[in-house]
């Protein structure tokens, strides 16, 4: 209430991320479409703020978004995100998005992400939300930022995990609707903070797990198993977010002789299995070096699982 | 993906509201304060944005709120709602908010809305994000809107009310910090989903309960009980919001001789009950007229507690 507290909430605070292949920038290097605001997709001043005070995703989490990679100026993985898009905005009644428009403004944002930051990779956001609380008119945005120097330390040195409850009941989703289990909301808070959890503890992620015990996702990933040739997931009636990457993965898998499964896991299989990553679209594959302070040694084969990964999201 | 889907996501949907002594508006009676974006908070013309695009609210959730009753220029129960959000700001890891400025904010606020739409109540809102995720400059804004003329009807009429399993485990708080529970965050999409689902149900609102059944809290409100001479509302440990007007109308309640208790309930527990009412800071009471289809008559003292649940808030 002095002061200094008033300074503290008004000084910038550092920037969280080192961006790659950019300066510091007080600016940040960002491209910004409008999808929903005019009759066509356009592209907004990042420096002018864009959303209204009463926009429900900001004041509800009301709303589903999608990350998708942006590499070399092409969006990867792109039928897989449009599909889950919308399934999770039928899933929160929200009116069926016109992917045409969507594309378009994807397409708008890749070209100027190209021309004026022009990092090779970037991440790559769909966002949208129920709209204005005061008018009930719908608002979708894009966004492409260059990625974050954890990213890449992730995917080149692995992560140390937690698992984590998530405290869902594992027939939640069946019974209870309104939980939303399976669609890829905007209420991430929990998400995050099972992040900043782990980050606190020495670990850079989390794999949450069900009160029966069962393998669920992490909070921005899906996991994937090696258990000898065969890649390993748990089932979307776990409660987990269908993973485009993972889906990808198994497809480019199953082309090239290995085994795939969805199975219910427990933390036990993990730890004795023959690797565990955690897929997404923009880090693409982190290996998991510690689970639970148990050190998970790297297989012959990782390179190949990791290869595939790669090879999953390139078109 | 045709040009009628196009439309659709551009035209203007309806209000979802008509707001309570105001006439239908294209641009909606609001005021709107940024608390954190300059020296001073200042108010801002609510027909522009004011919110960036990679905002934390908007894209996961990620902050804090409160809403207060705003009634003939005075906001109501300002203590215990600052209270609660310096508790969630907390439990966020965010900075903590620097009460004097969300005071001055408030009263900035409520000023302007006396000035220019002036309706007797309203909703007065504040929102405390984590910021921009380019710049991790946090963000926070006070708006103040009319109330929605549901909220009326639903004082004098009450509410038919569905239970709705939650899913969160009751000893979940303590060993899972990252659930959150009991922090007032911005990841509101699941309760809102339970809200639209009892409408698509004909009803008019949600009372949560746990796996083991009990009962917690309805999506934006307490659950208050009256058992003979003692009003009843689930303990915090069940995993519950501390709720404002609740703790209020104890302690009146406490002055006024009767009994006060926080227990463990059941569905059963309500039904048998001489009454329930879902409390909340701006529609301040709603009693529950049936509960999953059992009727819910009106005890002789209902106007009692009625009077005492707008005492409560009176101040």
Partial sequence: MNSSDSRQLTTPAPSPHDYVGTPALATPAQVIVDVLGAPEPQLCDPAEPMIFADDLAAVRGDGVFETLMLRNGEVHNLQRH????????????????????????????????????????????????RGRESTGQATGWVTVAPIAADVLTARQSGVKVMTAERGFR??????????????????????????RYAKAHGLQDVIFVSDEGHVLEGPTSSVVVLRDNT??????????????????????????????????LSVQDLIESDGVWLVSSVRVQARV???????????????????????????
Same sequence: chains 1, 2.
């Fill in 82 to 129: 449009a599909t889950r898009f919308v399934t999770s905005a039928a899933m929160l009644d929200l009116g069926e998005p016109d992917l045409d428009r969507w594309l378009a403004a994807t397409e708008l944002a890749a070209e100027a992400f190209g021309a004026s930051v022009g990092a090779p990779e970037a991440a790559l956001r769909w966002v949208y939300s």
């Fill in 170 to 195: 594992i027939d939640l989703s069946e019974r209870s609707p309104w939980a939303l289990i399976g669609a890829k909301t905007l209420s991430y808070a929990a998400n995050m903070a099972a992040l």
């Fill in 231 to 264: 890649l390993v997931t748990p089932p979307i009636e776990a409660g987990v977010l269908p993973g485009t990457t993972q889906a990808a993965l198994f497809r480019v898998a199953e082309e090239q002789g290995w085994e795939t499964a969805y199975e219910v």
């Fill in 289 to 315: 070096t510690e689970l639970d302070g148990h050190e998970m040694p790297r297989a012959e084969c990782a390179d190949e699982i990791e290869q595939m990964m790669w090879e999953a999201v390139a078109h």
